[in-house]
């Protein structure tokens, strides 16, 4: 079992910056490939990024490349999400989710993953 809470979420403004971490418990936290995904108000959630196991390989949404960065720290069992350049199309609730599937290095699809966070509210003004 695997327990996730995100933090760092918050208001800005449209061109600021945010750092979202999701804390997970548990031993085996390095074997699992990790995602943020985010649901705007009125609409599906959908994927944003996704991180292997290591941390060597990752995979981002078109909407956010180039903008945002995945990483992980797995000594301290978390993964970030650095946020830059915020769109006012970027505000959602996001998640963070684990996946203990094995033969890929990172998922796109929310069905892949196991263990899912409660989520923080990523607001951006225009």
């Known amino acids: 079992q695997v327990q996730l809470v995100e933090s760092g979420g918050g208001l800005v403004q449209a061109g600021d910056s945010l750092r979202l971490s999701c804390a997970a418990s548990g031993h085996t936290f390095s074997t699992y490939v990790m995602g943020w995904f985010r649901q705007a108000p009125g609409k599906e959630r959908e994927f944003v990024t996704s991180?292997?196991?290591?941390?060597?390989?990752?995979y981002y949404a078109r909407s956010v490349k180039g903008r945002f960065t995945v990483s992980r720290d797995n000594a301290k069992n978390t993964v970030y999400l650095q946020m830059d350049s915020l769109k006012y199309e970027d505000t959602a609730v996001y998640y963070c989710?684990?996946?203990?599937?094995?033969?890929?290095?990172?998922?796109?699809?929310?069905?892949?993953?196991?263990?899912w966070g409660q989520g923080t509210q990523v607001a951006v003004s225009s």
């Open positions: 991180i292997s196991a290591s941390g060597g390989i990752t």
């Open positions: 989710a684990a996946s203990s599937a094995s033969g890929r290095f990172y998922y796109t699809n929310e069905e892949r993953y196991d263990y």
